[in-house]
């Protein structure tokens, strides 16, 4: 059964980076993008970006352009997310989560989310 | 980038109630709309998908219409594992956008 497994949750520092992973099992891996959402406390869903996991390109919505970036270890089926320039309002749960049929569809294959604490 | 704007933001209803909620895009996506299903510390789910579709093991009280910039998710008899936050998400193009939610509570 596909699974899209997180690593698990972090505390760091205002300024600090985070970087979050996503072991994908289940299904062919290059096959479809991975998408980074996130949702802030009592918050609605906030889309990071994507990365193709068969060609490495990565889209990245506009307001995180310079602060994140998406890789991917094949060898593992493994997507990363590294964001940088931490600040409060960064505290969020972190998802991943597999596309569904284009780029820009989200399937309904998410991770379990990753907490990310940004507090001195 | 293309805004999709949800309504009502919230609404209060009773088991076997038929629900509607809205979803308006800010310019013309064709039938590339999603919607999700969110309870509290979970992930969201997936329950339709291009405006229509239902995603496996959905159950028949949900449907989903329109096309163009206006669509509508509905369900038809409202069931005590239904009271959670809805959000539409459009897969047109990048940025895949949300709604804001719709938080659908208890009466």
């Known amino acids: 059964q596909v699974q899209l497994v997180q690593s698990g949750a972090e505390v760091k520092k205002p300024g600090a980076s985070v970087k979050v992973s996503c072991k994908a099992s289940?299904?062919?891996?290059?096959?479809?993008?991975i998408h980074w959402v996130r949702q802030a406390p009592g918050q609605g869903l906030e889309w990071l970006g994507c990365i193709s996991p068969n060609s490495g390109d990565t889209k990245s919505a506009q307001r995180f352009q310079g602060r994140v970036t998406m890789t991917r270890d094949t060898s593992i089926s493994t997507v990363y997310m590294e964001l940088r320039r931490l600040r409060s309002g960064d505290t969020a749960v972190f998802y991943c989560?597999?596309?569904?049929?284009?780029?820009?569809?989200?399937?309904?294959?998410w991770g379990q989310g990753t907490l990310v604490t940004v507090s001195s | 980038d293309i805004q999709m704007t949800q309504s009502p933001s919230s609404l209060s209803a009773s088991v076997g109630d038929r629900v509607t909620i809205t979803c308006r895009a800010s310019q013309r996506i064709s039938t590339y709309l999603s919607w999700f299903q969110q309870k509290p510390g979970k992930a969201p789910n997936l329950l339709i998908y291009?405006?229509?579709a239902l995603h496996s093991g959905v159950p028949s009280r949900f449907s989903g219409s329109g096309s163009g910039t206006d669509f509508t998710l509905t369900i038809s008899s409202l069931q005590p594992e239904d009271f959670a936050t809805y959000y539409c998400?459009?897969?047109?193009?990048?940025?895949?956008?949300f709604g804001q939610g719709t938080k659908v509570e208890i009466k």
């Open positions: 291009t405006t229509s």
């Open positions: 289940g299904y062919t891996f290059s096959d479809y993008y």
């Open positions: 989560a597999r596309a569904l049929y284009n780029p820009s569809s989200i399937s309904g294959y």
């Open positions: 998400q459009q897969t047109y193009n990048t940025p895949p956008t």
